[in-house]
């Protein structure tokens, strides 16, 4: 059965039906958006399921000529990295439908309070757009022709850029084309390397596991590695390319805001992990020092720049990277455990970010405002909805018994086995990430309760279904990592195995006193 | 001189569901977190069942321990897969931890009681019982996991249960501030903690209790250990309010005083005392940082009591002799096995008075209109007898006086600490006298003396929900200390889990040695200039302003002040500075390049043309100086 196929028809055929639904019915387009992400969520399930950690690498493997004669090819399958992440989108994008149910519609609360916010296009567009969005993730995750996998890198590009640009608020053609130019830029780097990759290695195809090992030359590989890298750092991002990330994620809908920074961006680590490092291993190792400096300062920096922030989903923004600071740090660590925990970190990440996001659209929605001085006293007025905010919050600075905790834990325990240093200086990024987040949780929340905050209701029914699933993910995994991991590792083997790297996990000196007294 | 015993792999019996200590509180919270206002009736009963249950698995468990040989004593098995590869957790069931589990649902199962009465009219009540139950749940997977990272996991959960229950009244800014600062300083800590497991790791490749016996840590270098026991000590630091981090402990009490004689006084407080001593296969092959460790706690024990002296809001005051009686717990557990048995002791028998003098405090403070300023209380004694007799058995246990547990237990670390060196024993006799001042201080300006009350205050002895509690912790208070000490009984008993010092001291029923009669007549001393200063004399109602050293003592020893200068005030700089350069520096100099290159003068306009330029040129800037630095580094 193609089931990764299947996987991206079904999102697009449904919004195929959304965009067809005549004039005016709103309402239906969103329960058929919801109904088909939620079709492709048991999908996903059912092929995950059917999914075995230990077999091939490469499996739901499909592959069909495209363009014969550039050796071009529709080949998609999934190892344990793609099929995790695949899952992420799968699961996010009915919750999104969900959170996303008001900020298509012609006005918003927020849009009241604001002078010279243009009028929005459709909400069926908007949804239509949201599934066609859904199947682009998919196939970008799924894509192991590397030219099929440029396309996609592309064209997820376009839904976004609409959907920031039509749905978000006051400076929102600003923030839109602010992020479609950076990650033109970044694409059209990569496809220059593509190219040259196809041309340089002579093979007569773009497929990715044909590929791997086909570049010896160093000096090739250091710069088809920076055509990628670059692509992929500013998709991240990664410090310094970051700067058009704030200006998306706070104009776009909440909705989007979650996709962007929760799956799109973790195309650019997935990149990394994916390409960069098994393709040209030589390369890899020569920037590793690079990239781990530019990871590390990313941490501190994105750090220290979110407490200072006014703006909610600005705050929210530079977490993110911090956070990517520490997944590019994992990847590059070169070790089980820091490309484990990396790869786990993109997975919680986008369950902590996304909840962070989406409640702070319903304190946003409520407000008309995301100036954190706007609010105060929440927890007084609307105790699940400030309650849930400390949840996605405490994800976010990976309290231990949440998710993000377990990967980040183990990105720094794997980078410290091979850098100490980077990994001590990263590490102070838990303190930092305290500070941010209990900072904005107690402007907004605590204290005395703000005039305009007075009038709030807590969360309602749909909202609780949004928040509910993210909250249970974020528990279940903080203290049951191991399903996820049992399909990472043996994906992070084999890409250290192509990157011809030796795993540095310390050899248990206990486990030698015993061999040795047998 | 011997080692502790290995742990036995254990199933079944009572220990084999001893995972239920941490279950049920956690069970607990979870309804009543979940449940919403339908708990509302029943959920402090809930509360309270869910931490008698631990409790009664506790005993049970512990009955069960005694029943084995003390060489098998030290049971664990295995939970669940974590971290494949990694780690796994699961539970370690030994006298230390067995000690800590039953003075954890033990006191916090009175504290439970005590505050269905103390929160009765608190509209949140449910929800208080919810955090309770969460932190009793976190603390016990803290004390009974069988590696670090199950430690972690339960270490970082209570500082979660702490920041809930001090910014309890989060509408009050102060409560919220003093939350906020709690869970950043213990972060800190926490720094310290995850950099040293990391370095356990990768030293040893394991992360579990068992791999690291002695023997395995006695291979690794002298640099690599002292590296270690100073980073598991700076954790320490941070959750026991020790110094360089004890500046949160004294705001923490903004929270609800049950709390504070919950986890500010009784039990995760101790906690860094736990993790020296849980770790003590590290400490004692790096003696510098054992020496780290006694002279951390001596500096605070002295740190803590003087702050003690000079405090008028009477749970300040009991703050500050936390801070100092935990330093000397941290003295007694850098000074290795001969200190360990008195260090856990002194935690136990703390446990007991602390929270006994917390609860007396509040049962005041219930009676006074919530009333923290000891200047406006006074002659309390008569109207609410039983906390006022209670609270004075704690206040003679904690001074040492004869007989009384406090003696018994402090005196065991005074001692140690004199056989192993001079000028630490006799700093610990002078914290000794002081605090033999401020408690007293404390007694009289509460119970005796004058009435200062307010205007409105109508004291009345609370209920016996209430007071039923502190008579159990007084009972503790009073002989706790006697039966532990002597026949070394909690030494011997707690020998499988730590080890034996080479030379088992010879306990006393009453110790006439040099420094037992120095600390009697320093504690004697600073009775009697309390007695003369505020029992005798008349206290005002506003505080006088004092010389230097009160203020210094006042501003908490200038611990915050130093914490603005040097951290704060420097940090609200550096981030004012990034997001400046972030906003105008990174898109500003691109902006500032695009102009210059298309000849306009000015302000650039934000045209959408001059975007693509601009960010053609930030990314190409960017690519650019990444490749620079890329070709840099090659040709090296």
């Given at each position: 059965m193609p089931w990764l196929s299947i996987l991206m028809a079904v999102p697009v055929l449904g919004a195929v039906g959304v965009a067809l639904l005549p004039k005016g019915s709103d309402k239906l387009a969103k329960q058929l958006a919801l109904a088909v992400s939620l079709v492709v969520l048991a999908l996903t399930v059912a092929m995950a399921v059917q999914f075995s950690p230990n077999g091939n690498r490469f499996q739901f493997e499909e592959k069909y000529a495209w363009i014969p004669s550039f050796g071009v090819h529709y080949g998609v399958a999934v190892d344990g990295i793609a099929l995790v992440l695949i899952a992420l989108s799968a699961i996010l994008v009915p919750i999104v439908v969900?959170?996303?149910?008001?900020?298509?519609?012609?006005?918003?609360?927020?849009?009241?309070?604001?002078?010279?916010?243009?009028?929005?296009?459709?909400?069926?567009?908007?949804?239509?757009?949201?599934?066609?969005?859904?199947?682009?993730?998919?196939?970008?995750?799924?894509?192991?022709?590397?030219?099929?996998?440029?396309?996609?890198?592309?064209?997820?590009?376009?839904?976004?850029?609409?959907?920031?640009?039509?749905?978000?608020?006051?400076?929102?053609?600003?923030?839109?084309?602010?992020?479609?130019?950076?990650?033109?830029?970044?694409g059209l780097l990569m496809l220059v390397a593509?190219?040259?990759?196809?041309?340089?290695?002579?093979?007569?195809?773009?497929?990715?596991?044909?590929?791997?090992?086909?570049?010896?030359?160093?000096?090739?590989?250091?710069?088809?590695?920076?055509?990628?890298?670059?692509?992929?750092?500013?998709?991240?991002?990664?410090?310094?390319?970051?700067?058009?990330?704030?200006?998306a994620a706070a104009q776009a809908p909440a909705g989007a805001a979650v996709l962007l920074?929760?799956?799109?961006?973790?195309?650019?680590?997935?990149?990394?992990?994916?390409?960069?490092?098994?393709?040209?291993?030589?390369?890899?190792?020569?920037?590793?020092?690079?990239?781990?400096?530019?990871?590390?300062?990313?941490?501190?920096?994105?750090?220290?720049?979110?407490?200072?922030?006014?703006?909610?989903?600005?705050?929210?923004?530079?977490?993110?990277?911090?956070?990517?600071?520490?997944?590019?740090?994992?990847?590059?660590?070169?070790?089980?455990?820091?490309?484990?925990?990396?790869?786990?970190?993109?997975?919680?990440?986008?369950?902590?970010?996304?909840?962070?996001?989406?409640?702070?659209?319903?304190?946003?929605?409520?407000?008309?405002?995301?100036?954190?001085?706007?609010?105060?006293?929440?927890?007084?007025?609307?105790?699940?909805?400030?309650?849930?905010?400390?949840?996605?919050?405490?994800?976010?600075?990976?309290?231990?018994?949440?998710?993000?905790?377990?990967?980040?834990?183990?990105?720094?325990?794997?980078?410290?086995?091979?850098?100490?240093?980077?990994?001590?200086?990263?590490?102070?990024?838990?303190?930092?990430?305290?500070?941010?987040?209990?900072?904005?949780?107690?402007?907004?929340?605590?204290?005395?309760t703000a005039e305009p905050v007075k009038g709030f209701t807590d969360l309602n029914g749909r909202e609780k279904w949004v928040v509910a699933p993210l909250i249970a993910m974020i528990v279940a995994l903080g203290f049951f990592p191991k399903p996820l991991l049992d399909v990472i590792n043996p994906a992070v083997d084999q890409t250290l195995t192509n990157a011809q790297v030796t795993d540095k996990q310390p050899v248990s000196t206990v486990a030698e006193k015993k061999g040795a007294g047998q | 001189m011997q080692s502790p015993a290995e742990i036995v792999p254990h199933s079944g019996g009572v220990i084999g569901v001893s995972w239920l200590m941490i279950a049920l509180p956690l069970l607990g919270a979870a309804i009543l977190l979940l449940g919403g206002r339908r708990t509302n009736k029943w959920g402090?009963?809930?509360?309270?069942?869910?931490?008698?249950?631990?409790?009664?698995?506790?005993?049970?468990?512990?009955?069960?321990?005694?029943?084995?040989?003390?060489?098998?004593?030290?049971?664990?098995?295995?939970?669940?897969?974590?971290?494949?590869?990694?780690?796994?957790?699961?539970?370690?069931?030994?006298?230390l931890s067995i000690s800590f589990a039953l003075l954890i649902t033990g006191v916090g199962s009175l504290i439970h009681i005590y505050s269905v009465g103390y929160m009765s009219h608190d509209r949140d009540r449910r929800r208080f019982f919810a955090y309770l139950n969460l932190f009793v749940a976190a603390m016990l997977l803290l004390v009974l996991s069988d590696n670090y990272v199950g430690l972690f996991i339960g270490w970082e959960g209570v500082g979660l249960a702490s920041y809930l229950l001090i910014g309890f009244w989060q509408h009050k800014p102060s409560a919220a501030t003093a939350a906020q600062k709690a869970f950043i300083v213990n972060r800190v800590g926490d720094f310290g903690l995850l950099i040293g497991i990391f370095t356990i790791w990768t030293t040893f490749g394991s992360l579990a209790f068992g791999d690291l016996t002695h023997e395995v840590t006695g291979q690794a270098s002298q640099g690599t250990l002292t590296a270690i026991g100073l980073l598991l000590l700076l954790g320490a630091c941070g959750k026991s309010a020790q110094l360089p981090l004890q500046s949160w402990l004294l705001d923490a009490m903004e929270g609800p005083t049950p709390v504070s004689a919950l986890i500010h006084a009784a039990t995760m407080v101790t906690a860094g005392v736990y993790l020296v001593v849980r770790s003590g296969a590290f400490f004692e092959a790096a003696p510098t940082a054992q020496l780290v460790v006694t002279i951390v706690g001596v500096a605070t024990l002295l740190a803590g009591a003087i702050i003690g002296c000079a405090k008028d809001d009477i749970k300040k005051g009991l703050a500050g002799s936390t801070m100092s009686q935990i330093g000397y717990m941290m003295l007694g557990a850098g000074l290795g096995p001969a200190g360990y048995a008195f260090a856990i002791g002194h935690l136990i028998t703390h446990g007991f008075f602390k929270a006994n003098m917390f609860l007396g405090a509040g049962s005041v403070m219930h009676a006074m209109n919530d009333e923290v300023d000891m200047r406006r209380y006074g002659a309390l004694f008569p109207v609410m007898k039983i906390t006022a007799v209670t609270f004075i058995v704690g206040y003679l246990a904690i001074i040492g006086f004869p007989l009384l547990s406090g003696y018994y237990t402090k005196e065991g670390i005074i001692e140690t600490a004199m056989h192993h060196n001079a000028i630490l024993g006799w700093l610990a006799v002078l914290g000794a006298g002081l605090t033999g001042f401020y408690m007293s201080r404390m007694v009289f300006m509460t119970f005796f003396g004058k009435k200062r009350w307010a205007d409105d205050a109508h004291p009345h002895e609370s209920p016996a929900v209430m007071t039923w509690p502190l008579i159990i912790l007084a009972i503790g208070s009073i002989g706790l200390g006697a039966f532990l000490v002597l026949g070394n009984r909690f030494m011997t008993f707690l020998s499988p889990a730590v080890g034996l010092p080479a030379d088992v001291p010879e306990p006393h029923v009453f110790g006439v040695g040099p420094a037992a009669l120095a600390t009697l007549a320093l504690v004697a001393a600073g009775a009697a200039f309390a007695w003369f200063r505020y029992g005798a004399a008349q206290v005002p109602a506003l505080a006088p302003r004092g010389s230097f050293l009160t203020t210094f003592a006042r501003r908490d020893l200038y611990g915050d002040a130093l914490n603005e200068a040097l951290l704060m005030r420097p940090g609200q700089w550096l981030t004012r500075i990034a997001v400046f350069f972030d906003n105008r520096g990174v898109d500003g100099l691109v902006n500032g390049l695009a102009a210059g290159i298309g000849g306009t003068s000015g302000r650039l306009r934000r045209v959408q043309t001059g975007y693509v330029r601009s960010y053609a040129l930030s990314i190409l800037f960017g690519a650019a100086a990444v490749v620079g630095a890329l070709l840099y580094v090659g040709n090296i």
């Open positions: 969900l959170a996303s149910w008001h900020d298509a519609e012609g006005a918003t609360r927020l849009d009241l309070k604001s002078e010279a916010v243009p009028p929005k296009r459709s909400a069926k567009t908007y949804f239509a757009l949201l599934l066609v969005l859904e199947a682009m993730m998919i196939g970008v995750f799924a894509a192991t022709d590397i030219f099929l996998f440029y396309v996609f890198f592309e064209a997820m590009l376009i839904p976004m850029y609409f959907m920031i640009g039509s749905y978000g608020g006051v400076q929102r053609s600003y923030a839109a084309v602010k992020f479609l130019l950076y990650s033109l830029f970044g593509v190219i040259a990759l196809y041309v340089v290695a002579e093979k007569n195809t773009f497929m990715f596991p044909e590929l791997v090992g086909a570049i010896q030359d160093p000096t090739t590989q250091k710069w088809l590695f920076a055509g990628f890298f670059i692509a992929f750092a500013i998709k991240a991002p990664l410090w310094p390319f970051h700067t058009w990330l704030p200006d920074v929760g799956v799109l961006d973790k195309v650019g680590t997935y990149g990394m992990l994916r390409f960069c490092l098994e393709l040209f291993p030589d390369a890899s190792k020569f920037f590793t020092p690079l990239v781990i400096v530019l990871s590390v300062v990313g941490i501190i920096y994105g750090a220290i720049v979110a407490i200072g922030q006014t703006d909610m989903k600005r705050l929210i923004a530079y977490t993110s990277i911090s956070h990517f600071g520490f997944i590019a740090m994992g990847v590059f660590a070169m070790t089980q455990n820091a490309q484990s925990g990396a790869t786990l970190y993109m997975v919680n990440h986008g369950f902590s970010t996304g909840a962070l996001f989406l409640v702070a659209g319903f304190l946003i929605y409520r407000r008309g405002s995301a100036q954190i001085a706007d609010y105060g006293g929440v927890q007084s007025v609307a105790p699940l909805l400030a309650g849930a905010f400390l949840i996605a919050g405490l994800s976010g600075l990976s309290l231990p018994g949440l998710a993000p905790f377990v990967s980040e834990f183990m990105v720094l325990i794997g980078t410290y086995e091979r850098y100490a240093v980077p990994a001590i200086i990263g590490a102070t990024g838990v303190i930092l990430a305290a500070i941010y987040i209990l900072w904005m949780y107690k402007r907004t929340m605590n204290g005395p | 402090h009963f809930l509360g309270v069942a869910m931490s008698l249950g631990a409790f009664v698995v506790a005993v049970l468990s512990f009955m069960e321990l005694l029943g084995l040989d003390p060489d098998q004593r030290r049971r664990g098995f295995e939970l669940f897969e974590f971290i494949p590869g990694m780690v796994n957790l699961g539970m370690l069931i030994d006298p």
